[in-house]
């Protein structure tokens, strides 16, 4: 059973940075690209950022410059730092996974088909 496990929201304010973990389980993580999208309160989810199976990484506009999304082999796990934080990064977060070996843009993120439960993080003014 493919299990996606998101951690370590929480609240910051703004400028400062957060650290996201994926920690996946039941399947072989080597073959699948591995993203991340939010979720703002009355707002569509977006997909933010990506990593192949291999090292390609994609980052929307949003995000650029601000996020970094790395993984280690040795843990399953994928993380997401996130820096310089604003308000508008307020959001549920979500990490997903789909087979394959390109890195996901924000739309095909969003149609990747496994899904963990989101963390929450708070980014105050």
């Known amino acids: 059973e493919v299990q996606l496990q998101a951690s370590g929201g929480g609240e910051v304010q703004a400028g400062g940075s957060l650290r996201l973990s994926c920690a996946a389980s039941g399947f072989t993580f080597n073959d699948y690209a591995i993203g991340w999208a939010r979720q703002a309160p009355g707002k569509s989810r977006e997909g933010v950022a990506s990593?192949?199976?291999?090292?390609?990484?994609y980052y929307a506009d949003s995000v650029k410059g601000r996020f970094t999304i790395s993984k280690d082999r040795a843990k399953n796990t994928v993380y997401l730092q996130m820096d310089s934080l604003k308000p508008e990064d307020t959001a549920v977060y979500y990490c997903?996974?789909?087979?394959?070996?390109?890195?996901?843009?924000?739309?095909?993120?969003?149609?990747?088909?496994?899904w963990g439960k989101g963390t929450l993080v708070t980014v105050s003014s």
């Open positions: 997903a996974s789909d087979i394959g070996v390109g890195a996901p843009s924000s739309a095909a993120i969003l149609g990747m088909d496994y």
């Open positions: 990593i192949s199976s291999g090292k390609d990484t």
